[in-house]
């Protein structure tokens, strides 16, 4: 596979034109030759631009702050360059199954750090996975998941269903590769954050598509026994 394979690049499909804010556009020509700022001004400003670092920013702040296109193209470069080191499909969806999972690892502990003193300990299987279909879902990708249903073969099997994945929605997989499914990283996160609150489970994703949602994900979650053996025993 590696460096014969056909890559896999971002879709012709891209996210909606951002329009320009008034800040974006051409400035007037009276403000275009407006007298330029002393040397001690940009000194100043230099200095309080080179001391900011990511420590600055508050914990609390929600609003999202990555662009749509900006992801889709970065995630578009991480699979190109994950598939160039693995050696097929699941090899692939494995290396990023371990990507998400240090995703979820830093997620949980930035979810912890703003609850501060109101954190919730979830200590039900259904309790967990209940915060990751809504408030976890809802962090990462704005929205709640599109459903949280339980295995009919296992009591102890459960699906969270997401009808249109974001992380798949602009990448275009070859023929050959049809069998991947790119949400493997979304599986690693989701399984971070069930082992962080200790509910170690295995977690991966499978393409569900209906003719109404073609991308529809479905993530299989699998708990360890011990974790089966400690619900029971609430019971």
């Not at 329009?19 to 009276?30: E, G, V």
């Not at 073609?214 to 993530?219: G, K, Q, S, W």
Request: aromatic share 8%.
């Amino acid at each position: 596979m590696a460096g014969h394979s056909t890559p896999i690049v971002p879709s012709s499909k891209q996210p909606a034109v951002i329009p320009r804010t008034p800040s974006s556009t051409i400035p007037s020509m009276r403000s275009a030759f407006s007298p330029a700022p002393s040397l001690a001004s940009v000194s100043s400003a230099s200095t309080s631009i080179s001391t900011k670092s990511i420590y600055d920013k508050n914990l609390n702040r929600r609003a999202p702050e990555v662009s749509l296109s900006s992801f889709s193209f970065l995630f578009s470069e991480i699979i190109q360059n994950l598939q160039k080191k693995a050696n097929g499909i699941q090899d692939l969806e494995k290396r990023l199954n371990e990507l998400g999972y240090h995703i979820g690892q830093r997620l949980l502990e930035l979810t912890t750090l703003r609850d501060g003193k109101l954190a919730k300990r979830e200590t039900k299987v259904l309790g967990v996975l209940q915060l990751i279909h809504s408030i976890i879902w809802r962090q990462i990708f704005g929205k709640q998941a599109d459903g949280l249903e339980k295995s009919r073969d296992s009591d102890f099997e459960y699906m969270l269903i997401d009808n249109n994945p974001l992380v798949s929605q602009f990448i275009s997989v070859p023929k050959e590769m049809s069998q991947l499914n790119c949400a493997a990283f979304v599986a690693g996160i989701i399984e971070a954050i069930l082992d962080g609150y200790q509910f170690t489970a295995n977690v991966t994703a499978h393409t569900v598509e209906t003719d109404e949602f073609p991308l529809r994900t479905v993530f299989l979650v699998k708990f360890e026994p011990d974790v089966v053996t400690r619900e029971l025993s609430y019971k």
